[in-house]
T-cell receptor, first 114, second 112 residues
Framework: EAGVAQSPRYKIIEKRQSVAFWCNPISGHATLYWYQQILGQGPKLLIQFQNNGVVDDSQLPKDRFSAERLKGVDSTLKIQPAKLEDSAVYLC????????????FGPGTRLTVT | GENVEQHPSTLSVQEGDSAVIKCTYSDSASNYFPWYKQELGKGPQLIIDIRSNVGEKKDQRIAVTLNKTAKHFSLHITETQPEDSAVYFCAASRGGTYKYIFGTGTRLKVLA
């Protein structure tokens, strides 16, 4: 079974530039999550999708971050404009459904904002 | 909101010894507690979980205990091996959106 795929693996941008990350969840998984993991901290949920609808985006900085999950499969997370404090690993995860199911994580995208 | 504290932040043990990592949660409605292992350059991977109707769960060398009254839960690894070296995260979840709140992580080093 293929795992959660993410790209790119690494990205370096200057502040005020924009960046986009892509995630392909495990086939058949209805729920998709984007997490931000700052160095030395645990993952923090940014947004959770059930199919192509948003379940929770309470911690997404909506003035600069946006996410979509068209057709309920792949998802993209965008930052525009980026700030220095956005430097982090962005993890995508998926699970069978919303609930206390195992979340399967991708390898993450390491973003450095200079 | 929910807060999860995790201790210690780093832990070094000799191969074959046991390791214990502790977490405390603040939301008494939390009812699901997974533990994730994150190796360098990889995403976290679930290693064991426990629900609030159970006090202890074991899977080979790994066990988790839950004390609902004190609102804390612990991960126990026995007979540690070098491949156990990684960062371990606890998390807590409740009904509703079932959002996971993660602890800050424990870097475990198993010395050969």
């Amino acid at each position: 079974e293929a795992g959660v795929a993410q790209s790119p693996r690494y990205k370096i941008i200057e502040k005020r530039q924009s960046v986009a990350f892509w995630c392909n969840p495990i086939s058949g998984h209805a729920t998709l999550y984007w997490y931000q993991q700052i160095l030395g901290q645990g993952p923090k949920l940014l947004i959770q999708f059930q199919n192509n609808g948003v379940v929770d985006d309470s911690q997404l900085p909506k003035d600069r971050f946006s996410a979509e999950r068209l057709k309920g499969v792949d998802s993209t997370l965008k930052i525009q404009p980026a700030k220095l404090e956005d430097s982090a690993v962005y993890l995508c995860a998926s699970s069978l459904a919303t609930g206390q199911y195992e979340q399967y994580f991708g390898p993450g995208t390491r973003l450095t904002v200079t | 909101g929910e807060n999860v504290e995790q201790h210690p932040s780093t832990l070094s043990v000799q191969e074959g010894d046991s390791a214990v990592i502790k977490c405390t949660y603040s939301d008494s409605a939390s009812n699901y507690f997974p533990w994730y292992k994150q190796e360098l350059g990889k995403g976290p991977q679930l290693i064991i979980d426990i629900r609030s109707n159970v006090g202890e769960k074991k899977d080979q060398r790994i066990a988790v205990t839950l004390n609902k009254t004190a609102k804390h839960f612990s991960l126990h690894i026995t007979e540690t091996q070098p491949e156990d070296s990684a960062v371990y995260f606890c998390a807590a979840s409740r009904g509703g959106t079932y959002k996971y709140i993660f602890g800050t992580g424990t870097r475990l080093k198993v010395l050969a």
